[in-house]
């Protein structure tokens, strides 16, 4: 059986495939701001083991990391509309991987606070530092280092997980696969390319926070 190679045939999809692109870019970056944030503030509740709320975190933690995250994604847009929150599937998409990073980064800068010495939170305490000014100066700089290494591979993971956002019609790059898919039946051409670009976007990403990392953590 002979095949005939045909790319020029799938590039002419450019503009879509640009686009689906960038979308993916712009979710998974919006996604880590947020996320991160969240995981930030989680990990801090659970630290600090605030009553009640460490609970609900400690819930929302082990939900999110024992279900898969297509169903989360299904769950935010067709589950929400059941309650009269009715969003788009860019939006449902962007929520979804948010509190799927969010959890995930709970319990990584979780790690990270357990790693800090007690020596340094005594050092905190004697200078008459309140609770939240000791995480905030004193541990949790210090924390994010040691655990940054796991931040980017999970910021990789959402990335990738983004295609997943084609099942509710995101136009992401996935989406845009399968849409010029469906049209030429150029499937290894396709997944050809969608497959090399996610593959540069998860290079990219690694080199870009690796850098970033190193002037944020750079004399400290």
Same mark, same amino acid.
């Given at each position: 059986?002979?095949?005939?190679?045909?790319?020029?045939?799938?590039?002419?999809?450019?503009?879509?495939?640009?686009?689906?692109?960038?979308?993916?870019?712009?979710?998974?970056?919006?996604?880590?701001?947020?996320?991160?944030?969240?995981?930030?503030? #989680?990990?801090?509740?659970?630290?600090?083991?605030?009553?009640?709320?460490?609970?609900?975190?400690?819930?929302?933690?082990?939900?999110?990391?024992?279900?898969?995250?297509?169903?989360?994604?299904?769950?935010?847009?067709? #589950?929400?509309?059941?309650?009269?929150?009715?969003?788009?599937?860019?939006?449902?998409?962007?929520?979804?991987?948010?509190?799927?990073?969010?959890?995930?980064?709970?319990?990584?800068?979780?790690?990270?606070?357990?790693?800090? #010495?007690?020596?340094?939170?005594?050092?905190?305490?004697?200078?008459?530092?309140?609770?939240?000014?000791?995480?905030?100066?004193?541990?949790?700089?210090?924390?994010?280092?040691?655990?940054?290494?796991?931040?980017?591979?999970?910021?990789?993971?959402?990335?990738?997980?983004?295609?997943?956002?084609?099942?509710?019609?995101?136009?992401?790059?996935?989406?845009?696969?399968?849409?010029?898919?469906?049209?030429?039946?150029?499937?290894?051409?396709?997944?050809?390319?969608?497959?090399?670009?996610?593959?540069?976007?998860?290079?990219?990403?690694?080199?870009?926070?690796?850098?970033?990392?190193?002037?944020?953590?750079?004399?400290?």
């Amino acid at each position: 059986m002979r095949y005939h190679f045909d790319f020029l045939a799938v590039l002419e999809y450019w503009p879509l495939l640009v686009r689906g692109a960038l979308l993916t870019l712009v979710l998974t970056f919006i996604a880590i701001v947020f996320g991160t944030l969240l995981g930030v503030a #989680g990990a801090y509740i659970r630290s600090a083991r605030v009553p009640v709320l460490s609970a609900v975190v400690a819930g929302y933690v082990e939900l999110i990391r024992n279900t898969p995250f297509i169903v989360q994604l299904f769950f935010v847009f067709f #589950g929400l509309p059941s309650l009269g929150l009715k969003i788009s599937a860019v939006e449902a998409a962007l929520l979804a991987m948010t509190l799927n990073l969010g959890a995930y980064a709970v319990e990584i800068v979780r790690a990270g606070i357990e790693s800090i #010495g007690r020596g340094q939170l005594e050092a905190g305490e004697a200078l008459g530092m309140t609770r939240f000014q000791i995480f905030l100066h004193v541990v949790l700089l210090p924390a994010l280092r040691n655990v940054y290494p796991s931040l980017i591979s999970q910021f990789v993971i959402l990335m990738l997980g983004s295609s997943v956002a084609s099942q509710i019609s995101a136009e992401e790059l996935t989406f845009a696969g399968n849409f010029i898919q469906s049209r030429d039946f150029r499937s290894f051409e396709v997944y050809f390319i969608i497959s090399a670009v996610y593959l540069v976007f998860a290079f990219a990403i690694r080199r870009a926070f690796g850098v970033i990392g190193r002037f944020a953590f750079a004399r400290r």
